[in-house]
């Protein structure tokens, strides 16, 4: 069974300094690792994407990497501020014949704090 | 990309009753998604909506509960019938778009049952 696990639950932190969020994920055939950011009262909004050959990406002050042989990502984000108050969410897609199935992580809760 | 709204945004509703939830996408898209979000839990997936044919509905989703319009590559509903306070969730629309099928999802609407 497709799976993905994030961790930490719920981080707190303050204005300024810089956190890792994790993905471990078990989905096969792989296709491709989305994060997702999601405000209180919003929709999800893609912050990367990566595929199977790709193992960072960059988006502003946000990092994805991508471990492909270990199954695991990491989402690292750079002197944060108020507004990266929010859920995010690690997204594996398996491609099935002309189908992508996306399995959701539950996300990992971030609070920064003044 | 992909601009999509939802209406409403949010409702309260009284049990036994029924709301329809309205998707609009800026662009035509083949495939539209509606998932379920309950709190501290990640998306889930209730149906794929296709145009021109009936919804494909996922394990523990009927039709009869959550019938799906489609009537043209820009549109679609969700109806949540015969509610329960185990409805109240959030609802959101998503489409998948382009090589690497970027996934997009709507604002969301905020059920809550009585």
């Known amino acids: 069974k497709n799976q993905v696990e994030q961790s930490p639950q719920s981080l707190i932190i303050l204005e300024g300094k810089n956190c890792t969020l994790q993905c471990n994920y078990t989905v096969s055939p792989f296709s491709n690792l989305r994060w997702y950011k999601q405000d209180t009262g919003r929709g999800p909004v893609s912050l990367t994407i990566?595929?199977?050959?790709?193992n960072t990406k960059s988006n502003g002050r946000y990092t994805a990497t991508l471990d492909a042989d270990t199954k695991q990502s990491s989402l690292h984000i750079t002197a944060s501020q108020l507004s990266d108050s929010a859920s995010y969410i690690c997204v594996v897609s398996a491609r099935t014949g002309g189908s992508y199935i996306p399995t959701f992580g539950r996300g990992t809760s971030l609070i920064v704090h003044p | 990309s992909a601009v999509i709204s939802q209406k409403p945004s949010r409702d309260i509703c009284q049990r036994g009753t029924s709301l329809t939830i309205q998707c609009q996408v800026d662009?035509?898209?083949?495939?539209m998604f509606w998932y379920r979000q309950q709190p501290g839990q990640s998306l889930t997936l209730i149906a794929t909506?296709?145009?021109?044919?009936?919804?494909?509905?996922e394990s523990g989703f009927v039709i009869d509960k959550f019938p799906i319009s489609r009537p043209n590559l820009t549109f679609s509903t969700l109806t949540v019938s015969n509610m329960s306070p185990e409805d109240s969730s959030i609802y959101l629309c998503?489409?998948?778009?382009?090589?690497?099928?970027?996934?997009?999802f709507g604002p969301g609407t905020r059920l809550t049952v009585t």
């Open positions: 909506a296709n145009q021109g044919s009936e919804a494909t509905y």
């Open positions: 662009s035509q898209v083949t495939m």
């Open positions: 998503s489409v998948g778009k382009g090589a690497s099928y970027e996934q997009y």
């Open positions: 990566m595929t199977f050959s790709e």
